[in-house]
């Protein structure tokens, strides 16, 4: 905790001294090493002995710290370029971080066996190439919107590592539970398919269940009226807001990818039939917890250098970053010509070299590398410690080279880049807590709704269903009457918690004057 509190302040210093050219997540990482470092010399010299508190648990991670992450990210995110560009998006997600998978699995299982590298069986090769596919570019995304890059650069780098996070925990999971079945006599050919058959089944089923949660809260929301009470409404958003990952972990599907579906759903329908109050108290909320969730996966990031036992191996560092970066190019370039056929927004060779090379990895390759459960620990061991060289390297490194990249490559806006070189701002919580982004149909009447959405003649595909029927069924069409209300409602709670404060704790100002 005491670190945890010390990034907090690290970060109020990047926005209070305008540090806005360095990326949180960056900052995060530095200071986790250097506290580990502290911690080790500290140790090391008996006058303490933190390592209980130096331990990162991957249950830990998985159970409490990365549910609100991305639940948050899906319930933060633009659903209109999200749903304009879902082929696009679905494809690099699944399909190319498949092949990514592939390629640097299958490259590490052939190297290995050609002894150039620590030999690993085929199914750990893949387990390691699933979890390193995972891309997190916290950094980079902050730099397209500090730069005001193309959004449709911006969305695809972004849908991608959502969707990409979920799609890499289900490939790491396949692979292990082919490791768990010991499918050495079993062909190749049939050890596909079954993995094949498994990641289907989690994908689509896990999807499947976290839209149907989505779709049931925004029923229930829209036709059990807890408006003019926001504790019971947001309470009730809470419970709905884990419930998918609780149900999809115990028919063993991917926890992960159901709540991720669920976020998308409920801020596209749910949100709209909440009250004001509980608009912005739930976005708030989620920012913050999942603040507090990344700050302390970046923070134990830089700590893990100093607080667990290391295996490197030069050979296999240098070989594993270059089947990274090679399997990211095999899944960009390839893909992004193929999409080209469909779109009318073609996707231009210097927007996939910074797709290829924003592609970072992050707090989930390092986690699954210490939830894989590998034997004998040497193994285990090589993995975790080859993956935080890696996830520093693109972090660091590549993180750090993308926003002189953008420039020199001239991808940015033109109006935007005079403005920019005066004021860069890299910080994503101070553009998180300055402003309320949402999409208020809840605050449209039925006249305006059809006024500004239905008629609208560029609407086509799902959009157009979604606006023709799915948005109307699911979601509460408000009175001149529930507005007023709204806005009363906010504006009494806002009075009331002005006169709490002015009071303070001897009671109301009468009696402080008395007292005086």
């Known amino acids: 905790m005491h670190v945890l509190a010390i990034c907090i302040i690290l970060v109020h210093l990047l926005i209070r001294y305008r540090l806005h050219f360095l990326p949180e997540s960056v900052a995060v990482v530095s200071l986790g090493i250097l506290m ?5 010399i500290i140790e090391f010299k008996k006058l303490a002995n933190w390592k209980e508190e130096e331990m990162f648990r991957p249950n830990m991670f998985f159970l409490l710290l990365l549910p609100p992450i991305i639940f948050e990210s899906g319930y933060s995110l633009h659903k209109g370029n999200f749903f304009q560009n879902i082929g696009s998006i679905t494809l690099f997600a699944v399909f190319g971080t498949a092949i990514s998978a592939f390629v640097v699995g299958g490259g590490i299982y052939f190297l290995g066996q050609a002894d150039v590298i620590s030999k690993l069986n085929m199914t750990d090769s893949f387990a390691f190439g699933s979890l390193i596919s995972a891309v997190d570019p916290v950094a980079t995304i902050a730099i397209f919107n500090a730069l005001h890059v193309d ?18 925990i289900v490939l790491t999971n ?5 490791t768990r079945k010991n499918v050495s006599d079993v062909s190749g050919w049939q050890t596909f398919l079954q993995a094949l058959g498994y990641f289907l089944k989690m994908f689509f089923g896990s999807a499947a269940l976290g839209t149907l949660t ?14 003019k009470t926001p504790s019971l409404e947001f309470g009730m958003m809470i419970i709905f807001a884990y419930l998918p990952y609780g149900l999809a972990e115990g028919i063993s599907l991917s926890g992960i990818m159901a709540i991720l579906f669920s976020g998308i759903v409920m801020s596209h329908y749910t949100h709209h039939n ?27 990031l830089g700590l893990s250098i100093f607080s667990f036992p290391h295996k490197f191996e030069i050979s296999f560092v240098i070989w594993c970053i270059v089947l990274v970066l090679f399997g990211r190019a095999v899944n960009i370039f390839p893909l992004s010509y193929l999409l080209n056929f469909f779109r009318d927004h073609k996707i231009t060779p210097k927007m996939m070299f910074i797709m290829w090379f924003s592609g970072l990895r992050g707090a989930i390759p390092y986690a699954l590398s210490l939830h894989l ?10 993995i975790g410690t080859t993956t935080i060289i890696i996830v520093l390297f693109t972090i660091l490194l590549l993180g750090g080279s993308t926003m002189p990249l953008i420039r020199l490559m001239d991808i940015e806006d033109a109006k935007a880049r005079r403005r920019s070189k005066k004021d860069v701002n890299l910080s994503k919580t101070e553009k998180m807590g300055n402003t309320i982004e949402s999409e208020h149909l809840s605050e449209l009447t039925e006249e305006e709704y059809e006024a500004h959405y239905i ?13 023709k029927y799915l948005n109307p ?6 009175t001149q009457e529930d507005l007023h209300h709204g806005r009363i409602q906010m504006k009494t709670l806002t009075n009331k918690w002005y006169e709490e404060v002015r009071q303070g704790p001897s009671g109301s100002e009468d009696d402080e004057q008395e007292l005086l």
């Open 36 to 40: 580990g470092a502290v911690i080790k």
């Open 151 to 168: 959004p449709v650069l911006n969305m695809l780098v972004f849908g991608e590592s959502i969707l990409n996070d979920a799609v890499s």
């Open 174 to 178: 396949t692979a292990e539970g082919l």
């Open 214 to 227: 989505g779709l049931i809260s925004a029923l229930v929301l829209k036709h059990i009226d807890l408006r």
């Open 274 to 300: 909440l009250s004001p109050v509980t608009q912005i108290l739930m976005q708030q909320t989620l920012r913050t917890v999942a603040f507090l969730c990344e700050t302390c996966v970046f923070a134990f």
């Open 373 to 382: 459960d590998l034997e004998p620990m040497e193994k285990r061991q090589l």
């Open 455 to 467: 008629k609208r003649q560029d609407l086509k595909g799902f959009l157009w269903l979604d606006a």
């Open 473 to 478: 069924f699911f979601t509460r069409r408000l």
